[in-house]
């Protein structure tokens, strides 16, 4: 799928791509609207329709993956609300293979997440994550999403990489293309970020379901 020759550094990002989006979709879509609920003695339905318009409000910036910003705007704990279903986070089955397999090929493992430094440390602290990378990288060091093309100016120098030999891994489209824009030169979709939902379909870009299809062109490159 890829000329993993031409490949030095893996870049990916973490929720839905490394681990399963489920306890973010549970969390964001689920929780909070329950806890606004009981907060503001309010319908269920009322609360999801309130969080869901503040979502959309902020979507694409880096507000949308704020910890403290929603902390603020909806007046809930958000972090200690994060502790209360730690037990959820879990990764995808195929993650760890997958960068065990990209260490033995020699390629530089390099995450790069949107996620708020809080909830980065939470998730690495409940798996094994932290052991299948050479580094982390949130977009709140930069200030921008990796929806911006400023994002990925500051990764590119902070880490001195070669851009046109990087591959991006992402489950959001929009994010993969704002990569291709900033000159990383391969980029892949995760068709299955969410273990409970259905698969999504990718346009412009390849996909995958399971990390294993990788496997054995990256082990003979």
Not at 55 to 64: A, C, F, N
Not at 128 to 151: I, M, Q, R, V, W
Not at 154 to 170: E, G, K, M, T
Request: proline content about 5%; overall charge negative; hydrophobic content about 35%.
């Amino acid at each position: 799928m890829f000329p993993w020759h031409k490949i030095d550094t893996v870049l990916l990002d973490m929720d839905g791509t490394l681990l399963d989006l489920h306890f973010d979709n549970h969390f964001w879509l689920s929780l909070v609207p329950q806890q606004l609920s009981q907060q503001r003695q309010i319908s269920v339905t009322q609360a999801q329709q309130l969080v869901e318009q503040s979502y959309q409000k902020v979507e694409g910036t880096l507000d949308w993956y704020c910890i403290d910003y929603w902390q603020e705007k909806l007046g809930l704990d958000i972090l200690t609300l994060h502790y209360s279903l730690a037990e959820r986070i879990q990764m995808r089955q195929d993650s760890m293979p997958f960068l065990n397999a990209l260490k033995t090929a020699g390629k530089q493992r390099i995450l790069m997440t949107n996620a708020h430094p809080k909830s980065l440390a939470l998730k690495l602290e409940h798996t094994e994550l932290a052991h299948g990378l050479d580094a982390t990288f949130s977009s709140h060091e930069t200030g921008y999403p990796k929806e911006h093309p400023n994002f990925w100016e500051h990764a590119i120098r902070q880490f001195s990489l070669n851009p046109s030999r990087c591959l991006f891994v992402d489950d959001n489209e929009h994010i993969l293309e704002a990569s291709k824009k900033a000159g990383i030169g391969y980029q892949l979709g995760i068709s299955n970020p969410d273990s409970q939902k259905p698969h999504k379909d990718f346009v412009d870009f390849p996909a995958i379901h399971d990390y294993q299809m990788l496997h054995q062109d990256l082990l003979d490159a």
